[in-house]
């Protein structure tokens, strides 16, 4: 008697694990904080203008092998009114990358890459001024192959 198995379980299992796995993967390799809608990256919210404009500082990493790093981002509002970042750096893993800004209350996160693939996430915390960031950063450099995973802290002040 021969038995005759079917590979279409076993098939339609691994469609609804990847379908279900791999946008929590990506969300996690590039730094995209959990629950966050990717989709309204940069969405400008009440209160938000006051990010505009030119704001620098300097990190350090967490990690005795990385040096730190100063940072300038330029945030202005695109066409469609959401707040996005042009940042420069002075790090040997990243030159530049642009950025989307998100905003909910004092929280702010700054998140993007170059066009090597090189990404960087930014979370940030507003004093009450509106003029200081108190931030934490994620810096994967390991897709141009010139540094790998690299997080620390620092500060954002505008000018």
Not at 31 to 47: L, R, V
Not at 89 to 117: F, M, P, R, Y
Request: proline share 3%.
């Amino acid at each position: 008697m021969t038995r005759k198995v079917s590979l279409f379980p076993g098939l339609l299992l691994v469609l609804i694990v990847a379908t279900i796995a791999l946008p929590r993967l990506h969300a996690f390799r590039f730094g995209i904080p959990k629950n966050q809608d990717t989709s309204n990256s940069g969405t400008s919210q009440p209160g938000s203008s006051s990010l505009k404009g030119t704001w620098s500082g300097s990190f350090f990493s967490g990690h005795s092998n990385f040096p730190g790093f100063t940072m300038t981002v330029v945030i202005n509002a695109n066409s469609s009114g959401h707040l996005v970042g042009d940042a420069s750096l002075n790090s040997e893993c990243l030159k530049g990358a642009k950025l989307q800004v998100t905003v909910n209350g004092s929280k702010v996160v700054l998140a993007g890459s170059d066009q090597e693939g090189d990404s960087l996430t930014v979370h940030g915390t507003l004093d009450s001024t509106n003029t200081l960031m108190q931030a934490t950063y994620i810096l994967n450099g390991s897709a141009s192959g010139r540094c790998e995973t690299d997080d620390g802290t620092g500060n954002l002040s505008k000018r």
